[in-house]
Antibody, heavy 122, light 111 residues
Framework: EVQLVESGGGLVQPGGSLRLSCSASGFTFNTYPMHWVRQASGKGLEYVAG????????HYTDSVKGRFTIFRDNSKNTLYLQMSSLRPEDTSFYYCVKDMWERRELGTPYWWGQGTLVTVSS | QSALTQPASVSGSPGQSITISCTGT?????????VSWYQQHPGKAPKLMIY???SRPSGVSNRFSGSTSGNTASLTISGLQAEDEADYYCHSSTRGSTLYVFGTGTTVIVL
């Protein structure tokens, strides 16, 4: 069974940094693109970033470009999101999501982890 | 700000059919051949219900169906059940600077 377990969330001050991790199991990690999607409390879903299965290409939503970096370690079956210059508006649950298709390129976000909460506040 | 607008809420009685719309703007950069739909119950992670406009992942009830017309995508839930009460989000790719976009979300209320 596919399992995605996010970790690394917590309270951080504005301007600070945080690294989220997503440990994957139950599928061949290095053959699937991966995504990060966030959701502020009581709000809608927002696509954050995506990475191809080999880690060679990445995509970001405009509001996080230059501040967030998505990367993966296929030898450890782990996806990461390095977040810096954090702002209060980055406060959200962050979900790790497995793509639907076993291929290199990004496709449909399919299987979701349970999320980790990031709170940016002084 | 989302490029895809959904109604805030849609309601129906058990057994009825309801339709949730997901509308872009004329000339927008959304790829309407790629729309997917997610269901989210309170406190839970989203679940993929429809992908590529009309396809259902394994295990999703055939009471859920999708379609598009012009710059509007739709999710129809037939034979509404109490367990269908949840938030629903459309999603698609774009040819703009942001690769993917979600809709504003719709709360389905089963009366």
């Amino acid at each position: 069974e596919v399992q995605l377990v996010e970790s690394g969330g917590g309270l951080v001050q504005p301007g600070g940094s945080l690294r989220l991790s997503c440990s994957a199991s139950g599928f061949t990690f290095n053959t699937y693109p991966m995504h990060w999607v966030r959701q502020a409390s009581g709000k809608g879903l927002e696509y954050v970033a995506g990475i191809t299965s080999d880690g060679g290409d990445t995509h970001y939503t405009d509001s996080v470009k230059g501040r967030f970096t998505i990367f993966r370690d296929n030898s450890k079956n782990t996806l990461y999101l390095q977040m810096s210059s954090l702002r209060p508006e980055d406060t959200s649950f962050y979900y790790c999501v497995k793509d639907m298709w076993e291929r290199r390129e990004l496709g449909t976000p399919y299987w979701w982890g349970q999320g980790t909460l990031v709170t940016v506040s002084s | 700000q989302s490029a895809l607008t959904q109604p805030a809420s849609v309601s129906g009685s058990p057994g009825q059919s309801i339709t949730i719309s997901c509308t872009g703007t004329s000339g927008d950069l959304v790829n309407y051949n790629y729309v997917s739909w997610y269901q989210q119950h309170p406190g839970k992670a989203p679940k993929l219900m429809i992908y590529d406009v009309t396809s259902r992942p394994s295990g999703v009830s055939n009471r859920f169906s999708g379609s598009t017309s012009g710059n509007t995508a739709s999710l129809t839930i037939s034979g509404l059940q109490a367990e269908d009460e949840a938030d629903y989000y459309c999603h698609s790719s774009t040819r703009g600077s942001t690769l993917y976009v979600f809709g504003t979300g719709t709360t389905v209320i089963v009366l």
